[in-house]
C-alpha cells in the first residue's frame, strides 16, 4: 500500500491562501506525470525517440528539414496521450478557480489535460497537441480525440504544421506577456512539475518573486527554481495540490 506523506505545508502559506484572490500556476510536464505522460528530464534522464534527443525532433529546424518525420513524433505522442486522464493535481487546479477570485492557469504542457479536468482559461505558452496550424496562413485546425489529423489546410491548401512551439521557435503572440501580466498582480504564484530550465516559462516565478508574491514550488526534486521560492514543498503534485 502506497503511503501518502502529509505535505509539510507553513502556517505562512495556508494564511496567505486563505487571504489571496489573485494566484497564478505555472505548470510544466511533471503535473501530467501521475496521467502517465512522460516528462522530458528529471531523474537524471532526457526524452529521446528513434534515437533522437526531443530536444532535436521537437525543433524548428527538423520541421524545415523533415514535416513528416516531425508529424510521426507528435502523431506518436497525440496517440499515448489518447487513453490517459487527467489526475488528482489538474483537478485541485480546476476547483480552485472556484476558490480565487482570479486563478490564473499558464502551462508550458500541449497535452490539454488541464482543459480536460474543467480548467476554463489556461494560457499555452507552448501551444496544444490537439491542434494543428496552416504554415502558411496559419489558420488553426483542429485535431479530432477520435478519427485523423487533417491533410491541409482548409482555407489555403498548404501544408498544416503541428500547433506547438517547437524548440528555436518564438511563443504564441500575447500568451507570455498575458502571464507575465499576471504573475506581478499576483499574491501567491505556485510552480508545479516543471524544471524551470526552459524560458521564458520560467522567469514567471521570478517575476511573481519581485513583485512581492509568495512563491512556492511542488515537485519531488529540486529544481533550477527551488532556492528562488519561499517554499518548497517536496513530493507529487497530485498529493500536494489536494492538500492545500
Ligand atoms: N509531481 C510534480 N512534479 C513532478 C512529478 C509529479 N508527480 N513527476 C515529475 N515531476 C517533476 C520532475 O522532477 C521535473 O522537475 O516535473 C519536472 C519535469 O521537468 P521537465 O521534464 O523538464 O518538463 P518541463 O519543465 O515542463 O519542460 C519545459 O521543455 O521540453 C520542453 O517544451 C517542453 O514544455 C516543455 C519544456
Redesign the pocket.
Known sequence: MQTVTTPNISAELRQRLANAKRVLVLT????S??SGVP?????GNTATWKGLP??VI?SGTMLERNLPLVWEWFDYRRETLRSLKPNA?HEAIARWQERFAELTVVT???DGLHQRAGSRHVVEL?GNIWRARCAVCRLSHEIPAAGTRPGACEECGNALRPDV?L?GEILPAGAFEFGAQRAAACEVCFV???????YP?ASLPEIAKAAGAFVCE????R?ALSDRCDEVLT????DILSAL
Open positions: 510544466g510536464a511533471g503535473v506525470a501521475e516528462t522530458f528530464r528529471g531523474g526531443f530536444e521537437s493535481a508550458q504542457n500541449i507552448h512551439v524548440f508545479v512539475g516543471t524544471s524551470g530550465l526552459v516559462a511542488v515537485n519531488p526534486e529544481t513530493g507529487k503534485a497530485g
